[in-house]
């Protein structure tokens, strides 16, 4: 489901992937939010497996990207 909302969203974040998530699927964006929170949180996910896919199903064929980071906590 993330992977769909990935392709539909203009964005990597997480309340930005729900958001699409929701549109995509036609349910609440506090919900699919919330899932999407949730399974880049969870601890058996493999992020080394899983975010260099992630980020390539993003960017697709795009030779320059624009990143901000917050280091705020």
């Not at 058996?44 to 280091?71: I, N, Q």
């Amino acid at each position: 489901m993330i992977g769909v909302a990935v392709l539909w969203s203009d964005r990597l974040g997480i309340a930005a992937t729900g958001r699409a998530m929701a549109r995509a699927f036609g349910t609440s964006p506090k919900h699919s939010i919330k899932q999407v929170d949730r399974c880049l949180s969870n601890e058996k996910v493999s992020r080394r497996r899983f975010f260099p896919a992630y980020v390539e199903t993003v960017l697709g064929d795009r030779t320059a990207v624009e990143l901000s980071l917050d280091w705020t906590e």
